[in-house]
């Protein structure tokens, strides 16, 4: 789940960076937001997996 929290913190950092005003540039619009997403996807796989223990 850290990487998960990793990711998402990227993602943030990543819609920070973009230089364009009020964020709308491509690193605000595009891929700031796609990594976030991926993120948090992460996060939900994080938290329903079930091993395979017997």
Do not use: C, N, W
């Not at 700031?32 to 993120?39: E, H, Q």
């Not at 996060?43 to 079930?50: D, G, P, T, V, W």
Request: zero cysteines; proline letters at 4%.
């Amino acid at each position: 789940m850290l990487i998960g929290i990793g990711i998402i913190i990227l993602g943030f950092t990543i819609i920070g960076l973009d230089s364009e005003p009020h964020g709308f540039g491509f690193l605000g619009l595009t891929l700031g937001p796609i990594v976030t997403l991926a993120g948090f996807l992460f996060q939900f796989y994080a938290i329903f997996y079930r091993s395979e223990k017997k």
